[in-house]
């Protein structure tokens, strides 16, 4: 088990550039999410996935954002066009459906810190 | 739309007490509640889940509990340390929605 694995760290852009983070989600978990968090606030949801089908987005998530999971193994999160908003820390999470007991448990990747100047 | 609130924003100790962090959420109809650790900078970690049915749940030095009934939950630290010192979230997942909502955190110092 290698755990969530997400990639760049950091990444710094200019505004208006576009820019893609992947997420590596633990191999048997069908279940994938993106969070984004501010400064001093808890992670928000952006997305959700169970297997390659992008089931829910967040009002947050503006036309500029973008995410795809193919064959439903690793993630990308791109954004278009970025805004000094933009800069967060971007977070991906993956979980599995326990049947018994009946439970779902997210696990985190260390995240990838956007800075827009 | 389901709400997740914690108190204190940010509490200081010094090593060797022990503490409770609260949580509290507005929507009872939850499927579980997982306790997280954020260290600066870095993802989050899973410390403790309750599932819906259950009041509490211990590993180590922690234990948590948890009401739906009146939307809350805590986390009890127990001799405190240094290293414990971080961000401490909760998350709630309800039982209609896909995704865990969170509380903002409170922030843990921990004085040698």
């Known amino acids: 088990d290698t755990g969530v694995s997400q990639d760049p760290r950091h990444k710094i852009t200019k505004r208006g550039q576009n820019v893609t983070f992947r997420c590596d989600p633990i191999s048997e978990h069908n279940r994938l999410y993106w969070y984004r968090q501010t400064l001093g606030q808890g992670p928000e949801f952006l997305t959700y996935f169970q297997n390659e089908a992008q089931l829910e987005k967040s009002r947050l998530l503006s036309d500029r954002f973008s995410a795809e999971r193919p064959k439903g193994s690793f993630s990308t999160l791109e954004i278009q066009r970025t805004e000094q908003g933009d800069s967060a820390m971007y977070l991906c999470?993956?979980?599995?459906?326990?049947?018994?007991?009946?439970?779902?448990?997210?696990?985190f990747g260390s995240g990838t810190q956007l800075s827009v100047l | 739309k389901q709400e997740v609130t914690q108190i204190p924003a940010a509490l200081s100790v010094p090593e060797g007490e022990n503490l409770v962090l609260n949580c509290s959420f507005t929507d009872s109809a939850i499927y579980n509640l997982q306790w997280f650790r954020q260290d600066p900078g870095k993802g989050l970690t899973s410390l403790l889940l309750?599932?819906?049915?259950?009041r509490e749940q211990t590993s180590g030095r922690l234990n948590a509990s948890l009401d739906k009934s009146s939307g809350r939950s805590t986390l009890y630290i127990a001799a405190s340390q240094p290293g414990d010192s971080a961000t401490y979230l909760c998350a709630v997942k309800g039982n209609y929605g896909q995704n865990f909502v969170f509380g903002p955190g409170t922030r843990l110092s921990v004085l040698p």
């Open positions: 309750i599932q819906s049915s259950q």
């Open positions: 999470a993956s979980s599995t459906r326990d049947r018994v007991p009946v439970s779902e448990k997210l696990f």
